[in-house]
């Protein structure tokens, strides 16, 4: 499948999964080898913007989530925090 080129704008407004739809399908076009250097330095570029939109909107949701703890019989919510070994 093709890549479709899109403006920063459009990349912008994506879902986070179009977004990482779109990054798999430049990752499959590079590694296939078979794209000429003009084309893959711009799939590169658009790749890592992909890939930036994607970063960002899970911080996003990472500060979003929190945990529930029982302490002492009773359910606390507690900010998510991410342990060394997820990362």
């Known amino acids: 499948m093709d890549y479709k080129v899109y403006t ?3 990349i912008e407004q994506m879902s986070f999964e179009t977004a990482l739809d779109q990054l ?6 590079l590694e296939s080898g078979n794209v000429p250097l003009e084309k893959a330095i711009n799939l ?9 939109k994607c970063h960002i909107q899970l911080e996003d949701i990472e500060q979003k989530i929190e945990v529930l703890i029982e302490q002492d019989g009773e359910f ?3 900010p998510f925090e991410q342990n060394d070994e997820m990362e």
């Open 8 to 10: 920063d704008e459009e």
């Open 24 to 29: 798999e399908i430049i990752v499959e076009q």
């Open 44 to 52: 590169f570029q658009d790749g890592m913007k992909l890939a930036k």
């Open 76 to 78: 606390m919510k507690k």
